[in-house]
């Protein structure tokens, strides 16, 4: 009892420490917010090696734990949004489609749609929490002399114009370029993780256990 309680108290504190390092990554998508997406994707990658060493259940505590930390302790950040909604749960859901679906085409396009998916619920999150209205009445003041006076207005009303849930023309164009992008990255990073599999068995995990992160066998 005494040993199964100590074990119990163990893996409650390795989870606490891998979730302050996720926190900790995603922390320098503040300084650095043109690595947003690089960083989300970076702490995605600890939640495959956790779920590799430790299972399911301590790789989704992990998630979960650090993406409510990083949104409460960050929330105008992007990189935690990205993680959050988009990132973090990818190599989870990854597993468990390519275990109930068979077919590896099939399983590959229900990852590119809910990919998709999960990008246009984070951009429109985004613009409606965080960024708000998008004012392009001082476009004028911003080109001077590239256009006509009467032509930059026009355009300017137009990119003001209030389209579907209250957002207007470009933060629409920038859903749809990004909905656009999303289905690439999740291929991009759907090979990346089948390639990373390999060189964390050969050459990093070798290295983590020879310093103590990891223990050899622990599974």
């Known amino acids: 009892m005494r040993n199964s309680f100590g074990k119990s108290a163990a893996m409650a504190a390795r989870g606490g420490v891998f979730s302050a390092l996720i926190v900790l990554v995603l922390l320098l998508a503040y300084p650095f917010e043109v690595l947003d997406l690089t960083l989300a994707a970076i702490a995605a990658i600890l939640i495959w090696i956790i779920r ?8 989704v505590s992990v998630f979960i734990t650090s993406s409510v930390l990083s949104i409460l302790l960050m929330p105008g950040n992007t990189g935690s949004v990205f993680y959050a909604l988009i990132m973090g749960w990818y190599p989870l859901m990854k597993v468990f489609l ?4 068979k077919n590896k085409g099939l399983s590959l396009l229900v990852k590119l749609a809910t990919v998709t998916l999960a990008f246009g619920i984070s951009i429109f999150l985004f613009f409606n929490l965080f960024v708000g209205d998008m004012d392009f009445s001082t476009l004028t003041a911003e080109i001077p002399d590239l256009l006509e006076q009467e032509h930059v207005a026009l355009f300017g009303a137009f990119l003001n114009q ?3 849930f209250g957002l207007n023309a470009i933060q629409w164009m920038m859903i749809t370029l990004y909905l656009l992008f999303a289905p690439i990255f999740a291929l991009l990073f759907d090979l990346l993780l ?8 050969l050459r990093l995990r070798p290295m983590l256990i020879k310093a103590g992160i990891i223990k050899k066998g622990y599974k």
């Open 162 to 164: 209030k389209l579907l």
């Open 52 to 59: 590799l060493e430790y299972g399911n259940t301590m790789a």
């Open 194 to 201: 089948n390639r990373f599999i390999p060189f964390y068995a």
């Open 98 to 101: 390519e275990k109930k679906i």
